[in-house]
């Protein structure tokens, strides 16, 4: 038991001596230490105070100080950090079978409020309703064994791309412009690809499947899907074009004999 728990902290020391490069100046790599730290001992709730209480006791007030400034105001970039914990994890998953799936989905956060970048009343998945709640556009590496977050795009509300003053207090940067969470799925893909990411099939729920735009997209890079669609969702039959006006999936689907069905799972 001592020997793995060497090993363990053996990993996590290595790990952390990538991200404290990619996180840049020296000043930042203890307060980073000190946050992962925070975030990988027992406790639910993960924010900085009480994660300095946890971890520092005797000294919660300037703990915390340094962890707070560290997440909120440190100059350090969030998708270079991303990029090193990515390329950490695939160096793994070249030892249990490589990449076999992309997985694109929604992250939601609920959040009580007004003053989180973001927020707002829309679909929040965690609830299953909509809600008040952050949402992020995220792209995972998977296969059966293994899965790694590989992009992150925070979604910013059109409301909230348009409100100036709100962007103001919030430090929104000027570059940052509204995008659909179709347009911010592309940018990323776009963003592995441009990394040299191995290629595998894109797997999407219902809420990207029903985007022609997004799919005709992958395609085009070479790439294959496998998207969940809603039975509303219109679809022109092979060999039927001039012949057959497009029919909803629904309908198609109750006209298919049981001999057309198999199980894929």
């Known amino acids: ?3 793995k728990v060497k090993i363990s902290e053996q990993n996590f020391m290595a790990y952390l001596e990538r991200l404290t490069a990619a996180v ?3 000043d930042r790599h203890e307060p980073l230490r000190v946050y992962l730290e925070g975030l990988l001992l027992p406790g639910e709730r993960k924010s900085v105070e009480p ?35 990515r390329d950490y994890a695939l160096e793994e998953f070249a030892y249990h079978g490589g990449v076999e799936a992309w997985i694109l989905d929604d992250t939601a956060y609920p959040k009580k409020g007004t003053h989180s970048v973001g927020v707002g009343r829309q679909y929040c998945g965690v609830l299953g309703k909509q809600d008040n709640c952050q949402v992020a556009v995220t792209l995972s590496l998977a296969n059966e064994l293994m899965s790694v977050p590989a992009a992150y795009r925070l979604y910013l509300p059109e409301d909230w791309a348009s409100d100036r003053a709100r962007r103001r207090v919030a430090g929104v940067p000027d570059e940052v412009v509204f995008k659909t969470k179709t347009q911010i799925a592309l940018d990323e893909i776009d963003g592995l690809l441009a990394d040299g990411v191995a290629k595998a099939p894109i797997v999407m729920d219902a809420g990207y499947g029903r ?36 029919i909803a999936v629904g309908d198609l689907a109750r006209e298919l004999p049981k001999s057309a069905w198999r199980s894929v799972w």
Not at 54 to 76: E, K, L, Y
Not at 230 to 235: A, Y
Request: avoid cysteine; hydrophobic fraction near 40%.
């Open 211 to 246: 985007a022609t735009e997004l799919r005709d997209a992958i395609a085009e890079r070479g790439m294959q899907y496998v998207a969940a669609i809603r039975e509303e969702m219109t679809v022109q039959l092979p060999g039927q074009k001039g012949v057959r006006e497009h």
């Open 51 to 85: 994660m300095a209480a946890r971890i520092d006791p005797r000294n919660v007030r300037s703990r915390h100080q340094s962890m707070h400034h560290f997440v909120a105001t440190a100059p350090w970039d969030a998708q270079e950090i991303m990029k090193t914990a």
């Open 1 to 3: 038991m001592a020997n």
């Open 24 to 26: 840049g100046h020296a």
